[in-house]
């Protein structure tokens, strides 16, 4: 079964800095691969999705992910953060098939300091 | 906005009761799933609907159970409440049933079962 991993459950940059956070999966066949964030007590939000069209993906709120095949990795980035960034981030995997199901990791909470 | 509305948004229950949550899916999809959410976790698949029918399930037991009616709004219900079913119930849809299709969520229904 697949599974996905994020590394750090905490993490705190200062406002303009760069945001990394790290998500690796395990898969023997390339996967559909999202991010998804979501503010306090609200529903997930798709930040973007890799489907091999591009190694490199671009999402919203200025957010982007580079698929490393070699390295089983879709890492989220963003140059400079911002106090509204604040929010928890879920990185998640399609299975391959007939159902659109998806398996989420833990999440990273992400907290921007002025 | 994802298009994707659910009810209530907050509820209250009492261990052994049961409960039904509703979901107007994104117009346009046919494909209705729910997810659990416990307290600090990532979301979890309880099960996929595609045109009425449920064709995929995750490791819930038989009283969590659904519907899909035909204009694929949904309802999930569970039965014999148990204290581990509090939580952040969320439903998704999409354009069609496989994987890679993306996902839209709608903001939850909190329940909580004392």
Same mark, same amino acid.
């Given at each position: ?13 200062? #406002?303009?800095?760069? =945001? ?32 091999? $069209?591009?190694?490199? =993906? ?5 957010? #982007?992910?580079?698929? !490393?095949?070699? #390295? ?38 992400? $907290?921007?300091?002025? | 906005?994802?298009? =994707? ?7 209250? !229950? ?60 949904? #309802? ?15 439903? $998704? ?20 079962? =004392?």
């Amino acid at each position: 079964a697949q599974s996905v991993t994020q590394l750090g459950s905490h993490v705190s940059v200062s #406002e303009g800095a760069l =945001v990394l956070l790290r998500c690796n999966y395990s898969s023997s066949v390339p996967p559909y691969l999202f991010w998804y964030v979501q503010y306090p007590n609200q529903g997930l939000q798709l930040l973007l999705k890799y489907t091999s $069209a591009a190694t490199l =993906v671009k999402g919203i709120n200025g957010f #982007e992910a580079e698929f !490393k095949k070699s #390295e089983t990795s879709f890492h989220l980035t963003k140059p400079s953060a911002h106090m509204s960034d604040a929010a928890e981030y879920f990185c998640a995997v399609s299975e391959s098939g007939a159902t659109n199901k998806l398996i989420f990791g833990t999440g990273t909470l992400l $907290a921007v300091q002025p | 906005e994802t298009g =994707v509305t659910q009810s209530p948004t907050h509820l209250i !229950k009492t261990r052994g009761q049961q409960v039904t949550l509703r979901c107007s899916s994104q117009s346009g999809h046919n494909t209705v799933s729910w997810y659990q959410q416990a307290l600090g976790q990532g979301p979890q698949f309880i099960f996929q609907y595609y045109r009425e029918e449920e064709n995929g399930r995750g490791n819930f037991p038989p009283r969590f159970s659904g519907l899909q009616f035909p204009n694929y709004s949904s #309802e999930l219900n569970v039965n014999a409440l148990e204290l581990d079913d509090s939580a952040l119930y969320l439903c $998704a849809s999409s354009w069609d049933q496989g994987s890679g299709n993306t996902i839209y969520f709608g903001e939850g229904s909190w329940l909580t079962v =004392v």
